[in-house]
């Protein structure tokens, strides 16, 4: 809980920051920082361990966010980071400003995982059911699962459709064991 707030003040605090143009960049560059972090245990060591000093740290990050496209203010808010300890929140950021974009732009991200690759045609009709549906622009993810066996499962915020057989069979053993 805590972490999710102390993400949410920090994403809040660079999006007011930012210039309208520098939107976009500054969101791929942090989604792509986040899940650097997350996924590099090197680059967790680095940021996290007290043999590297603030400019270190600071250079790292810098690089990486020069690589990534990330705007001067942007690598200015990685160096707050360091210099406030709070770098391992950076996915946490990342995906809370991902929400502040979304939500000034009015569109609701959705994940749309499925057993097979759909078509477009598919993609498309599923698309537009979701935008009638949920009456804003969506920003569809289509992803494939092949444990779902048949069907699709849509991620909407915390809300999940599961018309997967996998989700079907999961619920007709929840049922049955509890008679």
């Known amino acids: ?3 999710t707030a102390v993400a949410r003040r920090y994403a809040q605090a660079l999006f007011e920051l930012l210039e309208q143009s520098n939107i976009e960049a500054t969101r791929a560059a942090l ?3 986040g899940a650097a972090v997350k ?3 090197s ?9 590297f000093g603030v400019d270190e740290k600071i250079a790292v990050l810098g690089e990486l966010g020069s690589r ?8 200015t808010f990685l160096a ?6 709070r770098v391992g929140f950076l996915p946490e950021i990342a995906e809370a400003f991902a929400r502040l974009v979304d939500q000034a732009k009015g569109t609701q991200p959705v994940t749309v995982s499925s057993a097979a690759a759909l078509s477009s045609a598919e993609q498309d009709r599923i ?7 949920l009456k804003r622009e969506v920003d569809v993810t ?4 092949a444990s779902h066996l048949a069907g699709v499962q849509i991620h909407i915020g915390s809300a999940v459709v599961d018309s997967t057989v996998r989700g079907r069979l999961r619920a007709m053993q929840s049922l049955l064991t509890k008679e």
């Open 1 to 3: 809980m805590i972490k």
């Open 31 to 33: 989604n792509g920082l």
């Open 39 to 41: 996924d590099s245990a």
């Open 43 to 51: 680059l967790r060591h680095v940021v996290a361990s007290p043999a």
């Open 68 to 75: 990534l496209g990330c705007p001067p203010i942007g690598k």
């Open 80 to 85: 707050q980071l360091v210099k406030k300890n």
């Open 127 to 133: 698309k537009t059911r979701l935008r009638d549906t």
């Open 142 to 145: 289509f992803q494939v699962d």
